[in-house]
């Protein structure tokens, strides 16, 4: 068994293609992760789908033939060619893999390097990954590591103080562009976890916010949790709202466009609008005194805050390298004791029906088999003990893969022999 990661995000792919591999719709996933299950390389997968990435992580049998299936799925859902996806995709085997995973589940491998939220969506990935049945402890024992690595991360640097989101970043570029937002008013259009974010930011440097949503009944609920001083507006009002505003934060779970060409005018005034989905909400459009920013734009504010960022992604980076180091010796002291186990067990098979035999032909006398099973359980003990030792020894070593590999061939002791008895802290949550 072996870990692999296919990896599209902002580093390897445009939003373009973003927007034609995300796999918000339950059906494309659920899609992807049944093909992926079908193939005889593939044991497990969980796949992460957010506005900046599409993970797919796995435990598979071979690499090669794995990512090749896994491709194909990825091809037939998306439309996008094999040839294209093989040229953008990362791919990330075994050490690489979990470097990776740890990377992502601690903010390092976003586009705004130290953001919590890919914590938890990374989390909710995991825990629809078991409840449908497509993953289970080989992936289980990795993100229980993961989710460890994250914390430590957090509480260990100031790398996530004061987080930037992509929202506080689109609020930050508004606030660049006009120096002030006190006094302006902003259309937020949608009541989700990146709209409340943004509404946040925005009430916090003087800005009224007007927060627009399809379910008016919702969306109020959600601004009173904001703050009592937004405003709720229905989506019937929407091309009223953009012709009326200057600034204007959309971040909806829309497939299509919100707002379209033929809703906008032209106006006598400078607007700002911030396109914070994936899908795009904002149709690409070009008009006097507009100015459209997308997910890739808000780079800019990112890389203002990288200075600070940098040393304490360094240490952030020392942090993940050591769990995932951590893993793997864990994972081969999974594998050992139990190979240590086998081994006695089947010593002392050899041995009892070896004496079994010699009292049935008569070279024992029955009444001695206590003390001669006491002889024999010494004597195998005698000789296990140096081997016990050393291959304990070698847990930590590079070279146990390859000595535990052999002892297994050696004395035929089955691939998952103990492997499966782990069961993580938060498989286990999952299901009280």
């Given at each position: 068994m072996q870990y692999l990661v296919v990896s599209f995000s902002h580093k390897n792919t445009d939003l373009h293609t973003r927007e034609r591999l995300a796999l918000s719709e339950e059906s494309k996933k659920e899609a992807v992760a049944c093909a992926a299950l079908k193939s005889e390389w593939i044991n497990e997968i969980i796949i992460l789908s957010t506005c900046n990435r599409v993970e797919l992580i796995t435990s598979v049998k071979e690499p090669f033939k794995a990512t090749e299936d896994l491709l194909e799925a990825l091809g037939r859902v998306s439309g996008i060619s094999l040839e294209e996806l093989e040229g953008r995709a990362d791919i990330y085997e075994d050490h690489g893999a979990i470097h990776h995973i740890f990377s992502v589940a601690s903010g390092l491998d976003s586009l705004v390097v130290g953001e919590t939220q890919i914590a938890g969506q990374l989390k909710d990935a995991y825990k629809e990954a078991f409840e449908k049945g497509w993953c289970?402890?080989?992936?289980?024992?990795?993100?229980?590591?993961?989710?460890?690595c994250a914390k430590e991360v957090r509480s260990s640097t100031d790398i996530s103080k004061n987080p930037v989101s992509i929202a506080s970043a689109a609020v930050a570029m508004a606030q660049d562009r006009l120096g002030n937002l006190g006094g302006y008013s902003a259309v937020v259009v949608g009541a989700g976890e990146m709209g409340r974010l943004a509404a946040k930011h925005l009430i916090a440097r003087g800005c009224h916010v007007i927060l627009v949503g399809r379910d008016v009944e919702k969306t109020a609920q959600v601004a009173q949790e904001i703050d009592p001083s937004v405003?709720?507006?229905?989506?019937?009002d929407l091309e009223f709202l953009v012709n009326g505003y200057r600034l204007l934060f959309s971040a909806t779970s829309s497939k299509e466009p919100v707002i379209t060409r033929q809703m906008v005018q032209k106006r006598d005034f400078d607007r700002l609008w911030f396109d914070m989905a994936v899908p795009r909400d904002i149709e690409e459009m070009r008009m006097e005194r507009l100015s459209i920013y997308a997910v890739d734009d808000l780079k800019e504010i990112v890389e203002k805050n990288m200075a600070f960022r940098e040393e304490q992604a360094r240490i952030a980076y020392q942090i993940v390298g050591r769990y995932a180091?951590?893993?793997f010796k864990w994972l081969q002291t999974l594998e050992i004791d139990p190979i240590?186990?086998?081994i006695r067990a089947q010593a002392k098979e050899a041995a009892m029906a070896e004496l079994s035999k010699a009292i049935k032909k008569g070279f024992i006398d029955p009444k001695d088999r206590k003390n001669v099973e006491k002889l024999l359980h010494s004597a195998f003990n005698r000789f296990l003990h140096q081997p016990t030792k050393?291959?304990?020894?070698i847990a930590d070593e590079p070279s146990a893969d390859t000595i535990v590999e052999a002892i297994k061939f050696f004395f035929d002791i089955e691939e998952e022999v103990g492997l499966n008895r782990y069961k993580c802290e938060y498989f286990m949550n999952l299901r009280s």
């Open positions: 289970g402890q080989k992936l289980g024992r990795v993100m229980h590591f993961a989710f460890k405003e709720v507006k229905s989506s019937a180091k951590e893993f240590i186990k086998e050393k291959l304990k020894a």
